[in-house]
């Protein structure tokens, strides 16, 4: 399945995207989706431009949450009218990037930055296009730490408020409200959180209704489809069909209104893979310590998430003679372990190992602690050149 000769000729680590599978991946999305239905990918999930400008050609829009994940989609080919644009804290600098490009919505977090984005736009005289984010208080089944749409995350509008700030926008000269905005973290498995949100945004649209608001264009539901990684080989494909088909069944759109997706993980998760050389095996009387040289520099989930990710020894001479690893990395740091007593076959200097289902949150998050280099990434069509 991997390309292993190619891999032993590079200087690791390295991450490698399958891009046959990107490809697939996409199709899926287009098979499962119709027309009212927009599809952001993520940026934050990975930005590599080659990875990048695929999903751009394929047709699909951006989901940006910085100036410098919009110059990116930009560079990579996505129009600005196809870029969403969120987060809490949006630099002046950041919002004028998004006004002179032209991108679809701001996503707002606040009145304070309803304010300063209708000043700014007045100041170029341009019209910003702006999307509430309302944090719908609806939990999701996931990590404590990418949960993002309970009254305790500091994510989007307190429903409270939303009348009001819908009134307030509507005032001003330098914005036109176009649509809701929701999102309730990462890595959902269950269908079932998507369908809580589906019913809290039908709750909300009758009650805007009720209070004589109407004609929202536009509902974004954010992302937040997880990925298989204990079995990525079974999975390959997040199942597409389930989670549009959620929506459809769940969410009550008005007439003409259009349906818009920010989805990361579930595009690029599987498609990538983080390639490591073993340095060392090391043992003492209680544990065997495999030492790669790719660390939490390289991928932070295992130590910042507890996350796992599958791992394979790709040059292995048997496949039988299974030894339990601990596999760390060489950062100095207790937290740069991978995983705790993992069975592998017998690992020894040189092997490569591959830790799968990286594609998403995995180079993109790479630091260069340690004054350690941050890792290349290959794609396909790199390593048949
Ligand atoms: N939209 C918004 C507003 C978001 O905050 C996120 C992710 C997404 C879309 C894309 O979510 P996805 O479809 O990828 O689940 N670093 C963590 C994940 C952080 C997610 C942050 N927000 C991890 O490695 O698990």
């Known amino acids: 399945m991997f390309p292993t000769e190619e891999f032993k000729k590079l200087q690791t680590p390295f991450y490698y995207y399958d891009t046959n599978l990107l490809r697939q991946t996409l199709q899926e999305i287009r098979e499962n989706t119709d027309g009212y239905m927009h599809v952001h990918y993520?940026?934050?999930?990975?930005?590599?431009?080659?990875?990048?400008?695929?999903?751009?050609?394929?047709?699909?829009?951006?989901?940006?949450?910085?100036?410098?994940?919009?110059?990116?989609?930009?560079?990579?080919?996505?129009?600005?009218?196809?870029?969403?644009?969120?987060?809490?804290?949006k630099s002046d600098w950041e919002i004028e990037l998004g006004l002179e490009a032209g991108i679809f919505a701001f996503n707002v977090e606040s009145i304070p930055e309803l304010e300063i984005i209708n000043e700014l736009a007045l100041l170029k005289g341009k019209k910003a296009r702006i999307a509430l984010r309302i944090n719908p208080n609806v939990g999701a089944h996931t990590h404590a730490n990418i949960t993002t749409g309970l009254a305790e995350n500091?994510?989007?509008?307190?429903?409270?408020?939303?009348?009001?700030?819908?009134?307030?926008?509507?005032?001003?000269k330098g914005v036109e409200f176009i649509g809701l905005h929701f999102h309730i973290g990462s890595q959902i498995l269950e269908m079932d959180d998507f369908a809580a949100l589906a019913r809290r945004i039908n709750e909300l649209q009758e009650r805007l209704e009720a209070s004589g608001i109407h004609a929202i264009e536009n509902i974004n539901v954010g992302g937040g489809l997880g990925i298989d990684y204990q079995e990525p080989d079974h999975?390959?494909?997040?199942?597409?069909?389930?989670?549009?088909?959620?929506?459809?069944?769940?969410?009550?759109?008005?007439?003409?209104?259009?349906?818009?997706?920010?989805?990361?993980?579930?595009?690029?998760?599987?498609?990538?893979?983080?390639?490591?050389?073993?340095?060392?095996?090391?043992?003492?009387p209680i544990k065997n310590f495999c030492i790669v040289d790719a660390g939490m520099t390289d991928l932070i989930r295992p130590a910042l998430y507890d996350a796992y990710h599958h791992i394979e020894n790709l040059t292995a001479e048997s496949s039988h003679d299974y030894v339990t690893y601990d596999v760390v990395g060489p950062i100095c740091e207790s937290s740069d372990v991978f995983i705790k007593n993992y069975g592998m076959p017998h690992t020894r200097r040189g092997d490569l190992i591959a830790f799968r289902s990286a594609g998403a949150y995995g180079?993109?998050?790479?630091?260069?602690?340690?004054?350690?280099?941050?890792?290349?990434?290959?794609?396909?069509?790199d390593l048949k050149a």
């Open 363 to 381: 180079e993109i998050m790479a630091s260069g602690y340690n004054c350690r280099t941050l890792p290349q990434g290959y794609t396909t069509e």
């Open 235 to 284: 999975n390959p494909i997040p199942d597409f069909h389930a989670y549009f088909e959620t929506y459809r069944k769940n969410l009550r759109l008005r007439p003409g209104q259009q349906l818009h997706f920010e989805l990361g993980r579930a595009i690029v998760g599987q498609c990538g893979t983080l390639i490591a050389r073993v340095l060392y095996i090391k043992s003492n």
């Open 42 to 89: 993520a940026v934050k999930a990975c930005a590599n431009p080659k990875i990048l400008s695929i999903i751009a050609q394929e047709g699909f829009g951006a989901d940006c949450v910085s100036g410098g994940e919009i110059r990116a989609a930009l560079q990579a080919g996505f129009p600005a009218n196809k870029i969403v644009y969120a987060g809490v804290g």
């Open 154 to 172: 500091k994510f989007g509008i307190d429903m409270q408020d939303m009348e009001h700030i819908i009134s307030l926008a509507s005032e001003m």
